[in-house]
Each structure stands twice: as C-alpha cells, then as structure tokens.
C-alpha cells in the first residue's frame, strides 16, 4: 500500500515522501494520484509541463512543475528514495 507523508511538497526540504510502491511504475502513479487529488483532473484542472529526477544528498526526488487552471505556476517535490533504491540497478 502507498503511503504519502504529510509533507507539502512546496520544497525540496518538505518533499512529499512516497512508500510502499511495489513497483517504479507504483511510484509514478501514486504521484499523479496525489496530483489529482490535490489539484483536479489532469489536462483539464492543472497541466504538467516539466518532469524531472534529481539526487540531493543521497535522497532521491521527482520534481513536477505544473500549470493550474487560473495559470498558477507551481513545483512539486516528490521523494522517491524508497521507490529507486529498490527498482533501481546500479551498475557494478
């Protein structure tokens, strides 16, 4: 089962954790899960117009900048550590 922190998501430092994710694919989901629940229907309510992993500190985070519907800009901070530690091959 995925389970969100009740972080906002507005910072790197209060990025929103996701666990529990079986798969990197859960990940993925949970997130445009969270973003609809929060936000709306996807393409209608908000539009993501970028995506992109970064590691900080050994912490690993997916960064969604979006467009709400009155063209609000926001960025969402997801950290995904859980997810790609586990899903992840690094080479040897």
Sequence with gaps: MVIYSNNTGRSLSDA???TGATSHFETVDAEY???ARRYGKKDNDY???EQHLICD???HY???KIRLKDDEKLT???DITESYDKFVIYPQ
Aim: no cysteine.
């Design 62 to 64: 997916d960064i969604l």
């Design 76 to 78: 969402i901070f997801f």
């Design 33 to 35: 899960r969270y973003l």
């Design 57 to 59: 500190k050994g912490r």
């Design 47 to 49: 539009v993501i117009k």
């Design 16 to 18: 929103i954790k996701i």
